[in-house]
């Protein structure tokens, strides 16, 4: 049964599917260990994580780091691949900014470089163009999802509930790479599994990503690898391997998403999160645009 993603304030619950990735220190944990400090997490950490760093800071790191910057910007790639290796690898390029004030913009591009879909929240308005297609909707922002100050998930989440709170402002966005850079709802979403008998976790190293320090971690039994940026706590690097893998460390990546740039508090003008589609571009409903549409899919796998 899919998890139950409670993305407003007033309680609206969508289903979004599951979320699954697991961090220790090394050993197998308990939910019972991961609830500390305040709530279900600890307090936000104020120094960089470690290898030595607790499990509670781990997560609670994923889960409030977003608190430790006003603006992000990310270049991304994704790269799928049949496990059977029957098909060759897809890729596309994401391009992100965000703003802690909710406003945020998404470019993707294939890999060869040809734009396919750009979507902007400029605070009062999304709009977003599928620029294969010539087509484009526009809708406001629902009033739930637009202020950022009244998403509160530690004062909601409660271990003993299957539900989760996803980072409200940027919850919209049409890709799964915003629940890599804002990993709230990932971090919540690992204090769940880890009431399931035989989910445990482990640090399995350090590495540099994208010029960035990160933590990586190993889920188990699933196969998830996660790069865990040591001051932000965002997912600069992930992959998901073949479920029926046995050999996890040599099993090949059914999905893989890597950050190759991000920079933090640099300045964004305004006009980068706005969209004037072209006047020949055709108004369409979010459905109607996504249509034949392939998925990405999030972190949870299934």
Request: aromatic residues 8%; without cysteine.
């Amino acid at each position: 049964m899919k998890r139950k993603y409670v993305l407003l304030s007033l309680m609206v619950g969508v289903f979004l599917g599951t979320v699954g990735a697991v961090i220790s220190t090394g050993v197998s944990v308990t939910a019972a260990q991961a609830q500390s400090g305040s709530g279900a997490f600890g307090r936000l950490p104020q120094s960089p994580i470690s290898v030595a760093s607790s499990q509670s800071d781990i997560l609670a790191l994923m889960f409030e780091g977003y608190k430790k910057w006003d603006t992000l910007h990310a270049v991304a790639i994704f790269r799928t691949q049949d496990p059977s290796g029957g098909s060759p690898i897809q890729s596309d390029k994401e391009e992100v900014w965000l703003n802690s004030d909710g406003r945020s913009r998404l470019d993707v591009s294939s890999s060869g470089g040809l734009p396919v879909l750009s979507w902007a929240n400029d605070g009062t308005h999304i709009v977003e163009e599928n620029l294969q297609a010539r087509q484009y909707y526009s809708m406001e922002v629902p009033r739930a999802f637009s202020d950022p100050v009244a998403y509160d998930p530690r004062a909601w989440f409660d271990p003993t509930l299957d539900t989760i709170y996803l980072n409200q402002p940027f919850a919209l966005m049409d890709s799964p790479i915003k629940d890599w850079l804002v990993p709230s709802g990932l971090a919540q979403a690992i204090t769940l599994d880890l009431q399931r008998p035989g989910s445990s976790l482990d640090v399995i190293g350090t590495e540099e990503v994208a010029g960035r320090g990160a933590i990586v971690v190993l889920r188990s039994p699933r196969g998830h690898k996660l790069w865990v940026d040591m001051n932000t706590g965002v997912i600069l690097k992930a992959q998901y391997l073949d479920s029926a893998a046995k050999d996890v460390q040599g099993a090949d990546w059914s999905m893989d998403f890597e950050i190759i740039e991000i920079e933090f508090d640099h300045s964004i003008g305004t006009s980068q999160y706005s969209l004037s589609p072209a006047a020949e571009f055709e108004a369409v409903t979010p459905f109607k645009l996504h249509e034949g549409a392939e998925a990405v899919e999030g972190p949870g796998g299934q």
